[in-house]
DNA sequence: TATATATTTAGATAATTATCTAACTATTGA
DNA sequence: TCAATAGTTAGATAATTATCTAAATATATA
């Protein structure tokens, strides 16, 4: 959760989070959407990636990322425990 | 958005929302649960605030904190938004 | 009124993060 | 084989963030 929570916190990782609901693209195309070097949407991209937000491909010399969601489970979970507070507590350390 | 993000990328602040979504607290009584000085936690309050997903009350000498979860709708429509656009590529197709 | 308690504000500092340039690796194709 | 292209890694730096101490504000109470 904590790396998830990271990757989320930036307008550029959850830029790119959009771009790929829409289609996978290579590192060099999602690049071409931010005035920003290669080696800084790298380092977004890494995260993303961390956080297993993203997978990556390479396939020839290209690299494709596409999204992957499925971590978000957990997220969506927390955030709907907070949300009806009249819910059973178990209070399992998603916190941290 | 931006700051709800940012409020959410904290251990303490993610946790003294499981410790509001319980009881509200005064700002002492979660400062009591965290080895932190509470100028800190004064700061984590003032963040989490900001990003209205708490609320304060003051009673005479005491500041009343709860939880505050309506901006979190935005939040979990753009998560549950990321989720259903999945798999727009070469991924296994979905079983009827 | 004077003192204690609760909390926040101000200012300093250490830690973390995002960005850059330069250099490196891997792959393609002439 | 060599040059071009795609991408990452390394190292430096600026910006942001989390923490602290000291001081200020507000309230309660003896």
Same mark, same amino acid.
Request: aromatic share 8%.
């Given at each position: 959760?904590?790396? /998830?929570? !990271?990757?989320?916190?930036?307008?550029? =990782? =959850?830029? /790119?989070?959009?771009?790929? !609901?829409?289609?996978?693209?290579?590192?060099?195309? #999602?690049?071409?959407?931010?005035?920003? =070097?290669?080696?800084? #949407?790298?380092?977004?991209?890494?995260?993303?990636?961390?956080?297993?937000?993203? #997978?990556? #491909?390479?396939?020839?010399?290209?690299?494709?990322?596409?999204?992957?969601?499925?971590?978000?489970?957990? /997220?969506?979970?927390?955030?709907?425990?907070?949300?009806?507070?009249?819910?059973?507590?178990?209070?399992?350390?998603?916190?941290?």
């Amino acid at each position: 959760m904590k790396k /998830i929570f !990271k990757a989320l916190d930036d307008p550029t =990782r =959850r830029k /790119i989070l959009d771009l790929l !609901k829409d289609s996978d693209l290579t590192a060099g195309e #999602v690049a071409d959407h931010f005035d920003m =070097r290669k080696p800084s #949407v790298s380092y977004h991209l890494d995260l993303l990636k961390q956080a297993e937000l993203v #997978v990556s #491909v390479k396939k020839g010399q290209y690299v494709y990322y596409s999204l992957s969601t499925s971590v978000l489970e957990d /997220i969506v979970t927390w955030l709907m425990g907070l949300k009806d507070s009249e819910a059973p507590s178990s209070d399992q350390a998603m916190s941290d």
